[in-house]
């Protein structure tokens, strides 16, 4: 009778812990790709490649909202076009990004207004490219500035999406983790942890200021504390900083180690660093002789440690795990065993 009395308490303990390690286990989020760019046109090839990785989910950049000075009023650029018609193998979800300057600059009694016109924009390209989404993303570093009008924004079109069966959900940051009391939480769904860009871009050779584990450890405690459930966007691109004098002088985006293969333009030094050989024009940027680029590129091996970096403190809960973002000019390193081992580190 005495072993039973203790023995029965033992066993619920080890059932709980075996039920909560079992639901871990069985968890597999959701396996997305960002596709920033403003023409679609996802052939074949590139659709069997993402469903040969499980991926079923799409953030489309739909457009930007910037700030028109000569009309002093905001204005949509950017906005995508579809060269083919988006597959139906995928579920899409529109991501608009708004700059601080049109918060900056739009009466906070015109956010409504602003919003609305923004939901017809998106609801626009959606219908006439026979996109059926459920959800809408915003992509926006608001500051202390800009938080009270983006806030109302988001409210306003939170309300609006819950209506009609759909959320909202909106990009944070590291700092706004890390900060929640004083940067606030958007009052959206979902927020989408953008887990990258979290150094500041310098000179400094071997230092990558897109994702390294010193600056990462920083920040990724306070993750789970914060009040959101959180998606997780990982990155999978690469870009070149271009330094003159000693100072960055400028950003190469999506540059490979392709760009800088040509021994007459650029000669290696060694550990992604370039040196120009002459002057000439390159991907729009000028380089004078001598100048340095610095290529920072994300590897699969350190989208691995950031994956298992974030993942120990994301929550248990159903997510969507993204990669930033889809360009076949750098996921030609990736190959499908890459993906598997990133997205289920993320589970």
């Not at 983790?177 to 979902?190: C, I, Q």
């Amino acid at each position: 009778m005495q072993i039973k009395k203790y023995l029965a308490p033992i066993l619920s303990v080890v059932v709980l812990v075996f039920i909560i390690s079992c639901k871990h286990a069985n968890h597999k989020p959701d396996r997305a790709f960002y596709y920033w760019r403003s023409n679609f046109s996802l052939p074949d090839k590139d659709v069997r490649y993402l469903k040969d990785a499980g991926v079923d989910k799409l953030y489309l950049h739909f457009f930007d909202v910037t700030w028109n000075e000569q009309l002093s009023k905001p204005q949509p650029v950017d906005e995508i076009k579809f060269g083919r018609e988006p597959s139906s193998k995928f579920t899409y979800v529109p991501v608009v990004f708004i700059s601080n300057k049109v918060l900056e600059e739009a009466y906070f009694d015109s956010i409504n207004v602003l919003a609305t016109h923004i939901y017809d924009e998106v609801e626009h390209i959606a219908t006439e490219n026979k996109i059926t989404n459920k959800e809408l993303q915003f992509d926006c570093d608001w500051t202390d500035a800009t938080r009270n009008k983006y806030f109302k924004l988001l409210n306003f079109l939170h309300g609006k999406l819950n209506a009609e069966g759909k959320i909202l959900s909106a990009t944070i940051r590291l700092h706004q983790v890390k900060y929640a009391d004083r940067t606030g939480v958007p009052p959206v769904d979902r927020g989408m942890l953008m887990f990258y860009n979290m150094g500041r871009i310098n000179t400094v050779a071997g230092y990558n200021s897109i994702y390294n584990s010193k600056d990462a450890n920083g920040y990724v405690r306070y993750v789970s504390d914060y009040s959101l459930p959180l998606d997780v966007a990982l990155p999978v691109f690469s870009w070149a900083v271009c330094v003159r004098d000693g100072q960055v002088k400028d950003i190469i985006e999506k540059a490979t180690d392709k760009d800088f293969a040509d021994t007459i333009m650029f000669a290696s030094s060694g550990n992604n660093i370039f040196v120009s050989r002459g002057s000439f024009l390159l991907h729009g940027k000028y380089f004078l002789k001598s100048d340095t680029v610095k290529l920072e590129e994300i590897t699969p091996a350190i989208c691995e440690t950031a994956a298992t970096n974030v993942s120990n403190y994301l929550k248990n809960e159903n997510r969507t795990v993204s990669l930033f973002d889809y360009d076949s000019l750098y996921l030609l390193k990736y190959d499908k065993n890459d993906l598997e081992k990133i997205y289920t580190i993320s589970r």
